[in-house]
């Protein structure tokens, strides 16, 4: 079945610092893939979305490109801030009817002052 | 626009008792998710609704976990008799979907359970 596997955490980095978090999925087909960040204390909300290969999602200074070749969808971010401090999921909704979303484990970043 | 309403907030139980959880989805939103996220994992989908049928209900466990959707609007998830690794926070998400509607899953704020 599809699954999604993302970089184990906890990340801690200093403010500005550069942030990768890995994903890589399985799927058939050519699934649409997100990523979603929950900030302590509130619900799942959608960061950013890609739902054909090559395409790449942006919000709020990240960015995740959809690559086909090595089924990735890393998420990247050139200089973090303190309000970034989250765990950010990847998942993916596979190709077809079925709406619902496969997510991988979570990665929790902490960003220092 | 009101979010995706849960509640409780928290629970805590004793094993081998029942509990429920509430969710109003977004107005409008015509399909509707329970996900299960157990700690330091993923959420992971229990059932999906259409109005107030079942699309996808594969993952839930039927033996002690019901779910309904009367009217097609509030959606009520049941347990019944909790087991100790039912301790998880429960989440609802709702979407529009069908044809030409968007697809994207808003996320309630959840119920954190916890099973003694």
């Known amino acids: 079945g599809d699954s999604v596997t993302q970089m184990e955490g906890p990340v801690t980095l200093s403010e500005e610092a550069f942030l990768t978090i890995n994903c890589t999925y399985t799927?058939?087909?050519?699934?649409?893939l997100f990523w979603y960040v929950q900030y302590p204390g509130e619900g799942l909300q959608l960061l950013l979305k890609a739902t054909k290969a090559d395409d790449k999602g942006s919000n709020k200074g990240f960015e995740a490109t959809y690559r086909k070749e090595t089924t990735s969808f890393h998420l990247e971010k050139g200089s973090v801030q303190v309000s970034d401090s989250a765990v950010y999921f990847c998942a993916l909704r596979g190709q077809g009817g079925s709406e619902k979303l496969v997510f991988g484990k979570g990665t929790k970043l902490t960003v220092n002052p | 626009e009101a979010g995706v309403a849960q509640s409780p907030r928290y629970k805590i139980i004793e094993k081998r008792q029942s509990v429920a959880f509430w969710c109003n989805p977004i107005?409008?939103?015509?399909?509707l998710y329970w996900y299960q996220q157990i700690l330091g994992q993923g959420p992971k989908l229990l059932i999906q609704?259409?109005?107030?049928?079942?699309?996808?209900d594969s993952q839930l466990p039927k033996d002690r976990f019901s779910a309904e959707r009367l009217k097609g609007v509030d959606s009520t998830l049941k347990i019944q008799p909790a087991k100790l690794e039912d301790s998880a926070v429960y989440l609802c998400a709702s979407s529009l979907a069908g044809s030409g509607g968007s697809r994207e899953q808003f996320f309630g704020p959840g119920t954190r359970l916890t099973v003694l």
């Open positions: 609704f259409q109005n107030n049928g079942v699309v996808d």
């Open positions: 107005s409008g939103h015509a399909t």
């Open positions: 799927a058939t087909g050519y699934p649409s």
